[in-house]
């Protein structure tokens, strides 16, 4: 299997870093964190004129139509950066759920205002369960002459609170037997009465909320795709998702190794540089061997999606591997620094937080082993 990049998706990645170079150094990526919004609306429209937010989305939608392995180039480099966007809910997440499920004119309406950087959206999923199978979901959709009403508690929606509008997923009915069947999703203008937002402090600054929906009326014709029967849909959309976030911790793997790397080679004890010593180098080998697994993982489960080819216990090997691959290299990392790794003032803390809070974003390695396992049929 090739697993090489092209001229074009090599010049991506040349681009995409010197533009995060330019406009996203880590000052600016601490500026960001403690930032109401935690990204920068300016910063993302020029992303967007860039055509990076519709990368993956067809042309006739307002999208570059270009295949997976170029959007890894993308995600790779936000995760070298560190770069605080809301990419990943309000671009993958919702932007695939509308192409997914939406009708021709929900998709002509949002996506090319979505894929522009002119409308936020946020995908609702997660309940204080923070399941990421059907039997999690438990707001309610119900019935109300013309309109839909909303009741229930979404949580850890990142970037909920500066949305236009929420894809969001409820139960619109019951069944015992199967969590799956009864799952619909509508599209909710995020300033209707009866939403109240909290901001939750989480270890990465990623603008997570709790979203509470009190008798919130949704339009009927806001229902996107077939009533009761969303589910197949979203979890392919949450597959594709895992994947992209697989690259983007991959790239963060690679940053964080980088950077413990070069402080060896310059930090000074006992009269030598500490890389020279062979408890350092061996930290250094462990840390390329996972770094190397977390990218080749994530090439091979694009490729795939690319070459038409199944793809979903890949991207669970994926996530398996990136989410303890990145823990383990930044933890690492924090090592070789000693205390100095914990002082924000330094870097590798920016990927250490990350790679805490993405271990958890579509179920953590022992979810995804288990996931593996009944798509082998055990």
Avoid at 143 to 156: D, H, I, P, Q, Y
Avoid at 172 to 181: I, K, L, Q, Y
Avoid at 192 to 200: A, C, M
Avoid at 223 to 228: I, N
Wanted: aromatic share 10%; net charge negative; glycine share 8%.
């Amino acid at each position: 299997m090739d697993l090489s990049f092209n001229t074009e998706q090599e010049q991506l990645r040349q681009d995409v870093r010197a533009f995060l170079a330019q406009e996203c150094d880590r000052a600016v990526v601490r500026e960001l964190e403690e930032s109401e919004l935690g990204y920068s609306p300016e910063m993302w429209k020029k992303m967007a004129g860039r055509g990076w937010l519709g990368l993956v989305f067809p042309e006739a939608h307002g999208g570059r139509g270009k295949g997976f392995m170029d959007l890894v180039v993308l995600m790779e480099e936000f995760g070298r950066c560190p770069c605080p966007c809301p990419y990943q809910t309000g671009v993958l997440q919702s932007g695939l759920a509308l192409l997914e499920l939406g009708s021709e004119a929900q998709k002509r309406d949002y996506l090319p205002r979505i894929l522009g950087g002119d409308l936020r959206f946020s995908l609702c999923l997660t309940e204080p369960s923070a399941s990421y199978d059907p039997w999690g979901v438990q707001v309610r959709g119900m019935t109300r002459g013309e309109s839909w009403v909303l009741n229930g508690a979404k949580m850890f929606i990142q970037y909920a609170a500066s949305a236009d509008y929420y894809l969001v997923v409820a139960r619109t009915r019951d069944n015992d037997d199967d969590p799956s069947d009864g799952l619909s999703l509508f599209l909710v203008d995020a300033r209707s009465d009866g939403i109240s937002r909290t901001p939750l402090v989480t270890i990465a600054d990623d603008k997570q909320c709790e979203i509470i929906f009190d008798q919130v009326l949704v339009p009927r014709q806001n229902l996107v795709g077939p009533l009761h029967q969303a589910w197949p849909a979203v979890r392919k959309v949450m597959t594709l998702c895992t994947i992209a976030m697989c690259a983007e911790m991959a790239g963060g793997t690679q940053a964080a190794l980088e950077y413990a790397v070069e402080y060896s080679k310059h930090r000074v004890q006992f009269g030598r540089p500490i890389g020279s010593f062979q408890a350092i180098q061996h930290y250094a080998a462990n840390m390329l061997t996972d770094s190397d697994a977390a990218r080749l993982s994530a090439y091979e489960a694009a490729s795939l999606v690319d070459a038409g080819e199944p793809y979903e216990m890949v991207a669970s090997q994926a996530k398996a591997v990136c989410s303890e691959a990145y823990q383990r290299v930044t933890a690492t990392g924090h090592q070789i620094l000693g205390g100095l790794g914990f002082y924000k003032e330094l870097d590798m803390q920016l990927w250490y937080r990350r790679a805490k809070a993405m271990e958890q974003f579509f179920g953590d390695a022992d979810y995804h082993r288990e996931r593996v396992a009944q798509l082998m049929g055990l």
